[in-house]
């Protein structure tokens, strides 16, 4: 396996389904997995590896696909993301040389949110964790989630914001009727680049990157956006009438970006401009995103041999500790 030039591919945002955990949903609240994609979602090795080895995968970190745990009920939460979160380790146990993981957290319960990431990485070795959109309607940079940000820094490992489909009352002001003909723009279309860019806003506004400075976020899709944006946020917050706060700075401090269901040149040039290619990790979003396309656009990328090494496997090793 690996590129042409010899460098080994670690994917960092690549999803499966636990049966057991997606049973508590119905059809509707699993939108984008539905169809032919739930058999790749639920197969964890024959497939899937097959598909790795034909594009030159070496390892993939599995992350549960949206909702994974964040829409469940608050007094069944950590029972059902324990037993998921284990059943994961198993998962990885059978292939160690492929798999690593995300462990996924019971946010309805923040009460057991910190102590299942330290299970989940002392315990199980997963990697970090991965947060999909709201908690019933709740942003992560809400207060009750800070525990989950503190052990985060002590344990030295990301947390993965990930986006989920937007609540229903955003749904009908802001996308109807139009996703009723384009139901993509829901999703990747637009609606979990908005979600997830203001989830990763908050972030910064709210205060939690400074009293835990060494915490690490991760972002998908080139960042939703964000890289394109930084210079006019961090302006227009610097303006009068706003609370004193360094944006550009906390964000190119605490924030890493992917490059998973984002395969653009410029976008990718933008984002090396700004936070350079020490804050870039190869990513697919497979199976939503299939492999060959990532592979094949970013061996066309015109970078230097030493930044392609770090973003396809240098920053995920460092990061990750792998």
């Known amino acids: 396996m690996a590129t042409s030039a010899g460098e080994q591919v670690i994917a960092i945002e690549e999803h499966y389904w636990d049966p057991e955990l997606i049973a508590h949903y119905s059809e509707a609240e699993l939108a984008g997995g539905a169809g032919k994609l739930r058999p790749k979602l639920e197969d964890l090795y024959d497939e899937r590896i097959a598909e790795m080895d034909a594009t030159g995968i070496d390892i993939q970190v599995l992350s549960h696909g949206a909702p994974s745990s964040q829409r469940l009920e608050a007094s069944e939460a950590a029972e059902i993301t324990r037993a998921a979160n284990d059943r994961l380790r198993d998962i990885v146990s059978e292939r160690p040389d492929r798999f690593e993981a995300f462990a996924n957290l019971p946010t309805p319960d923040p009460d057991a949110c910190a ?47 990930h986006p989920a489909m937007p609540d229903r009352t955003v749904i009908d002001r802001y996308y109807a009727p139009y996703h009723e003909e384009f139901p993509a723009l829901l999703n990747a279309g637009w609606g979990f680049t908005v979600e997830t860019a203001t989830q990763c806003i908050r972030l910064v506004l709210s205060g939690v990157l ?29 303006r009068p009438g706003n609370k004193p706060l360094q944006f550009r700075e906390v964000f190119s401090r605490n924030f890493y970006i992917t490059t998973s269901g984002n395969f653009s040149d410029p976008a990718l040039l933008c984002s090396l401009q700004e936070l350079g290619a020490d804050r870039i990790l190869f990513s697919v979003d497979w199976p939503f995103v299939p492999n060959a396309p990532a592979v094949e656009w970013f061996e066309r990328v015109h970078l230097n041999a030493e930044d392609k090494a770090k973003i396809l496997n240098g920053n995920a090793r460092r990061l990750l500790k792998l």
């Not at 009293?211 to 899709?221: A, E, F, T």
């Not at 939703?224 to 227009?236: C, K, N, Q, T, V």
């Open 210 to 238: 400074d009293k835990y400075p060494d915490v690490k976020i991760l972002v998908g899709h080139l960042g939703e956006g964000l890289p394109f944006l930084l210079w006019r946020i961090d302006h227009a917050l610097s």
């Open 115 to 161: 102590d299942e990431l330290e299970r989940c990485v002392n315990d199980l070795g997963m990697k970090g964790a991965m947060i999909h959109g709201l908690t019933h309607g709740v942003f992560f940079d809400d207060p009750k989630f800070w525990p989950v940000f503190e052990r985060a820094q002590a344990l030295d490992v990301p947390l993965y914001m």
